[in-house]
């Protein structure tokens, strides 16, 4: 038999009144029924509680996997180089900037430098303008000046030494020449006019001339006598040989080839 608690609890169900009731429209009412403790509950709070883990089985290392940790290693290595430059480019940069104030005064003394420079040779042209005779201004290149100019055959003599006499013998060519104006020589010969002669109880027991070659180039300088001179040419189709004369032979710094008094 129910009690009152229990008719207050469970309410009773309403019975439809017509069959408008019954539309499939409109919810049925629910069927309202005691929810049991023990299907709500768990069977075992723990049990429930506990989490569930899954742990995947272990698999042997492949190729493709040294070859994925490879990989990773080269690029580790390649960003440390690339952080490498950057911090040498910053240290460089900071270094640059220190030095930066002496370059810059450097650079605008040089510039002031070079417009006084650019300001005088203005100047210069104008006056040079009014001034028709005036002097060459660029730098050119002087040779030694020349007093006298020899061109000597084969068989010509050089005057100039008063115990020997000087000819022009040969113009000779190199089989193997080692440039342009060492390819063609001339070949001075030189003797004593006056014979030189050993006696011994006024009989002449030996008598010389003590013959001398001497090869000249293109550039060569030779002394004859007092005077200096400088291999103009040497000419193989004209066989001949051109000397000049040098005018301030105090000036001629140039090593000698030969010398004849």
Do not use: C
């Not at 169900?13 to 017509?18: D, G, S």
């Not at 005064?105 to 005779?133: L, S, W, Y």
């Amino acid at each position: 038999m129910m009690s009152a608690n229990q008719a207050d609890r469970y309410p009773a169900r309403r019975q439809p009144r017509h069959d408008d009731d019954l539309l499939l429209d409109r919810p049925a009412p629910q069927d309202l029924r005691p929810i049991r403790e023990a299907e709500s509950a768990p069977a075992n709070v723990h049990d429930a509680a506990r989490p569930i883990i899954f742990q995947p089985a272990p698999r042997p290392r492949s190729a493709l996997d040294t070859v994925s940790r490879g990989i990773g290693l080269l690029l580790r290595l390649t960003m440390l180089l690339i952080l490498g430059a950057v911090l040498w480019g910053v240290v460089s940069f900071v270094g640059a900037g220190m030095r930066a104030p002496a370059a810059i005064g450097e650079g605008i003394g040089n510039a002031i430098e070079r417009g006084a420079g650019v300001a005088a040779a203005a100047a210069q042209r104008v006056t040079d303008t009014f001034d028709p005779a005036h002097p060459p201004r660029q730098a050119l290149a002087q040779d030694a000046e020349i007093d006298e100019l020899l061109r000597l055959n084969i068989g010509g003599e050089i005057q100039g030494s008063t115990t020997r006499s000087i000819t022009l013998a040969s113009i000779q060519r190199r089989a193997e020449p080692t440039g342009q104006d060492s390819a063609i020589y001339a070949v001075l010969h030189s003797e004593l006019r006056q014979p030189q002669e050993t006696k011994v109880l006024g009989v002449t027991v030996r008598s010389t001339r003590d013959p001398q070659d001497h090869y000249l180039y293109k550039g060569e300088t030779v002394r004859i006598g007092a005077r200096l001179y400088k291999v103009n040419w040497v000419s193989m189709e004209r066989q001949q040989l051109a000397l000049v004369a040098y005018r301030e032979q105090d000036r001629v710094a140039a090593p000698l080839k030969a010398q004849v008094d």
